[in-house]
C-alpha cells in the first residue's frame, strides 16, 4: 500500500487566491512526522512546514498551514495569498520514528500559479 | 554554510562502467539517506544510514551500495549502471533525536543519465 498519496498531479490557481495541496498517509506507528516539501523548476528540496503526529494544533509557517486530521489521516497543505513564486512541485512526506526512521514520499503536485 | 554537498551534478556514462556519486553534509548529523526521483513516482529511499558503519535498504536498493566510514561521508556506489537508472539522484541529512520532527536537508542533486 502507498505510505503517501498525493492525488493531484497538477493544479492551477490565481494569484492572491488560497490553494490547498491534498495528502492522506498510511503509518500503523503512533509516533511519525509529516512534512511538505516544495520543488522548483531549478531542482533543489526547500522544506516548507512539519507537523508531528502528537501535536494538536495545526503547524503554520507564514503563507503555509498544514490542515492534520488525524483520523482522517490527512495532512493537505494550505497556501494563502498565492504568489507566482509558488509554482513549484510540492511533496508531501512521512517519517516514521519506529520504523527505523524511514522517509516516504509522495509523488507530488505540480502548482501553477496564474497571473 | 550549513550544506548537503552532492558531486558530481551531471554525469553520462555508459552502461557497466562503475560510478560513485559523493554526498558530504557539514552539519554533523546522524542520518543521511539516497534517493531518486522518477517523473510521476516521487522520491523514493535507495539506502540510509543511521550513523557511522549503520546502514540500511530502503526501497528500492537493487543496483546500489553505499558504505558510510565517517559521519559526514555517505558516498552511493553503482557497480554495474544500467539505463533504468538513470534518474535525479538526491543525497540528504538531518539530526537524529528519537523524534519525528527533524526534516531533512537535501543536496541540490545529481542528474545521472545511463547510456
Known amino acids: 500500500a502507498q505510505k503517501i498519496t498525493q492525488t493531484q498531479p497538477g493544479m492551477f490557481v490565481q494569484e492572491k487566491e488560497a490553494v490547498t495541496l491534498d495528502c492522506t498517509y498510511d503509518?500503523?506507528?503512533?509516533?511519525?512526522?509529516l512534512f511538505w516539501y516544495k520543488q522548483p523548476s531549478s531542482g533543489e528540496m526547500i522544506f516548507l512546514i512539519y507537523?508531528?503526529?502528537?501535536?494538536?494544533q495545526n503547524a503554520t509557517e507564514g503563507r503555509y498551514s498544514l490542515n492534520f486530521q488525524k483520523a482522517r489521516k490527512s495532512a493537505n497543505l494550505v497556501i494563502s495569498a498565492s504568489q507566482l513564486g509558488d509554482s513549484a512541485m510540492y511533496f508531501c512526506?512521512?517519517?516514521?520514528?519506529?520504523?527505523?526512521?524511514?522517509?516516504?514520499f509522495g509523488s507530488g503536485t505540480k502548482l501553477n500559479v496564474k497571473p | 554554510e550549513a550544506q548537503v554537498t552532492q558531486n558530481p551534478r551531471y554525469l553520462i556514462t555508459v552502461t557497466g562502467k562503475k560510478l560513485t556519486v559523493t554526498c558530504s553534509q557539514n552539519?554533523?548529523?546522524?542520518?543521511m539517506s539516497w534517493y531518486r526521483q522518477d517523473p510521476g513516482l516521487g522520491l523514493r529511499q535507495i539506502y540510509y544510514?543511521?550513523?557511522?558503519?549503520?546502514?540500511d535498504k530502503g526501497d528500492v536498493p537493487e543496483g546500489y551500495k553505499v558504505s558510510r566510514k565517517e559521519k559526514r561521508n555517505f558516498p552511493l556506489i553503482l557497480e554495474s549502471p544500467s539505463p533504468n537508472q538513470t534518474s535525479l539522484y538526491f543525497c540528504?541529512?538531518?539530526?537524529?533525536?528519537?523524534?519525528?520532527?527533524?526534516?531533512?536537508?537535501f543536496g541540490d542533486g545529481t542528474r545521472l543519465s545511463i547510456l
Open positions: 540528504a541529512s538531518s539530526p537524529l533525536d528519537g523524534y519525528s520532527n527533524q526534516p531533512q536537508h
Open positions: 503509518t500503523s506507528d503512533q509516533s511519525y512526522g
Open positions: 507537523q508531528g503526529s502528537y501535536d494538536e
Open positions: 512526506a512521512m517519517r516514521e520514528v519506529r520504523n527505523f526512521n524511514k522517509f516516504y
Open positions: 552539519m554533523n548529523h546522524e542520518y
Open positions: 544510514s543511521m550513523n557511522v558503519e549503520v546502514t
